[in-house]
């Protein structure tokens, strides 16, 4: 019997077979975002597992910006005592 979690990665691997052997047109490869929106629903599982390693979320990436830049201020004040 086969259970949830192996349904699940059949499905995975299913779709990610069908991903790689699917012919894309020149056309829809200039906006890849609009791509993937209008294929997510034949690919839910392997747009997950992108999203899961390739997503950056936007405030991560202005916070590490802020939180650089204080610790260079820091530095440099703290170099001039």
Known sequence: METDEDMTLSVMMEQLNHYKIKKVIEEECKD?????????????????????????????IQVEKVLSIVGICTSLQLSQL
Do not use: K, N, T
């Not at 839910?44 to 979320?57: A, E, K, L, N, T």
């Open 32 to 60: 890849p975002l609009a791509w993937w929106r209008a294929h997510e629903v034949h690919y839910s599982y392997v747009g997950f597992v992108g999203r899961q390693i390739f997503g950056i979320v936007g405030f991560q």
